[in-house]
């Protein structure tokens, strides 16, 4: 079982729907989930934070965390053509300076 | 402004040469990171650092070397063992608080010939 597991997609949804994306993952003890945004040849930019189980929203973005389903998403409302891009699940297995595994991401695709 | 700096942004090797990938960060941060991305791959973490004059291997760490001398620098060095190393690589910096996110630069992309 890998440790960060997404579908690699890729997610195909049209304009100004919600893209949901998932990601999970197997260690019970991780502490902080984080979702990045990567455009093709670029470096990943963070998105999304999230700690503590249930819902935290910013602008379009959502995420959501279930610690005893060893699961979080992140919701995108009203996509965008630009929104367009590959989002990475990220992980710290134990909190504090701890490695941070990532997920091998969902290719996103907004259809205009 | 605070940041990652990565440099060069392309960088072409040929087979069997040595080569210094250069990462610098002026946000104070006490961990940094090396990964590896493959074309349409995730990141894949090579060698990570919590504190100065330490460091630790990730899980592709054969073929690469780091040092820690300073806070702000964490050199990668791409030996000639590496069997694969044209790849795209990415250096992160974590900051003090608990729990915090990884700082990213933008990248170094190196070709092996």
């Known amino acids: 079982q890998k440790e960060v597991e997404q579908n690699s997609g890729p997610l195909s949804v049209p304009e100004g729907a919600i893209a949901s994306l998932n990601c999970t993952y197997s260690d019970r003890g991780s502490q902080s989930f984080f979702w990045y945004r990567q455009y093709s040849g670029k470096s990943p930019e963070l998105i999304m934070s999230i700690y503590s189980n249930g819902d935290k929203e910013d602008g379009r973005f959502t995420a959501q965390l279930n610690k005893a389903s060893q699961y979080v998403s992140l919701l995108i409302r009203d996509s965008q053509p630009s929104d367009s891009a590959t989002y990475l699940c990220a992980v710290n297995m134990r909190g504090g300076y701890q490695k941070v595994t990532f997920g091998t991401g969902t290719k996103l695709q907004v259809i205009p | 402004d605070g940041g990652i700096t990565q440099s060069p942004k392309y960088l072409f090797r040929k087979e069997g040469q040595n080569v210094t990938l250069s990462c610098e960060q002026n946000l104070n941060h006490d961990a940094m990171y090396w990964y590896r991305q493959d074309p349409g791959q995730g990141l894949r973490l090579i060698y990570y650092?919590?504190?100065?004059?330490?460091?630790q291997k990730g899980d592709i760490a054969e073929g690469y070397s780091v040092s820690r001398e300073k806070k702000e620098s964490f050199p990668l060095t791409v030996t000639s063992a590496q069997k694969n190393p044209t790849a795209f690589y990415l250096c992160a910096s974590q900051g003090q608080a608990y729990n915090s996110p990884l700082h990213f630069g933008n990248g170094t992309r190196l070709t092996v010939t």
């Open positions: 650092s919590q504190i100065v004059n330490d460091f």
